[in-house]
């Protein structure tokens, strides 16, 4: 006895199953941008909460397009690089790896 299975049905909907995987990819990248965000204005330092309140962020809306997390407070890079006491060097990248770990699940 021979079994087969006919494939053809598949490779016909070939760009349904293209169209679903980058429906993921730009989920799954707009959620980790959305998590940095999140995780960087929960660990940014707060005097006054303008560097907290500071920061913005642009999900990407295609496959493989960046998104950004971005603030524009001129004592910004001093507090990413670690000249506070709240946060210390190296904050932004544990924001970064929270957000990755899972793969932004």
Do not use: C
């Not at 941008?33 to 907290?52: E, L, Q």
């Not at 920061?55 to 971005?70: D, R, S, Y």
């Amino acid at each position: 006895m021979t079994v087969r299975i006919n494939l053809s049905d598949l490779i016909a909907k070939k760009a349904v199953f293209n169209k679903l995987i980058e429906e993921k990819v730009v989920h799954v990248a707009q959620k980790i941008t959305t998590d940095v965000h999140r995780n960087v204005v929960i660990g940014s330092p707060v005097d006054t909460g303008t560097f907290r309140g500071a920061w913005t962020v642009e999900t990407p809306q295609k496959p493989f397009e960046n998104g950004k997390v971005e603030n524009t407070t001129a004592y910004g890079p001093y507090l990413v690089h670690g000249h506070s006491k709240q946060a210390p060097d190296g904050w932004i990248d544990n924001a970064i790896e929270a957000a990755t770990r899972l793969g932004g699940k």
